[in-house]
């Protein structure tokens, strides 16, 4: 009887030593796997970002280039748009 209840002692103990162990195993991949989320989130909204100021560029060009066609000044158009 002592013996097993030694035997089931120390399966106890090793039980204990190894739940931290698993869990700050199972944390860390967590965290990597967190982290290789929010990384690609982040790339993708960088991306957006980076078509959305381009587009932006493209629309100023037009802009510019019909103003010139139709002989009105960028700054006329500005100050009009500022009083409305």
Same mark, same amino acid.
């Given at each position: 009887?002592?013996?097993?209840? #030694?035997?089931?002692?120390?399966? $106890?103990?090793? +039980?204990?030593?190894?739940?931290? =162990?698993?869990?700050?195993?199972?944390?860390?991949?967590?965290?990597?796997?967190?982290?290789?989320?929010?990384?690609?989130?982040?790339? +993708?909204?960088?991306?957006?970002?980076?078509?959305? @100021?381009?587009?932006?560029?493209?629309?100023? #060009?037009?802009? @510019?280039?019909?103003? =010139?066609? +139709? @002989?009105?000044?960028?700054? $006329?158009?500005?100050?009009? #748009?500022? $009083?409305?």
């Amino acid at each position: 009887m002592s013996e097993k209840n #030694t035997e089931k002692n120390t399966q $106890e103990q090793n +039980t204990q030593e190894q739940k931290p =162990e698993q869990v700050l195993q199972l944390v860390q991949v967590l965290m990597q796997n967190m982290q290789s989320q929010l990384e690609k989130v982040s790339n +993708t909204l960088y991306d957006k970002i980076d078509q959305m @100021g381009n587009k932006v560029d493209e629309l100023e #060009t037009m802009v @510019g280039s019909i103003a =010139e066609r +139709t @002989g009105i000044q960028l700054d $006329e158009l500005e100050k009009k #748009t500022k $009083e409305n």
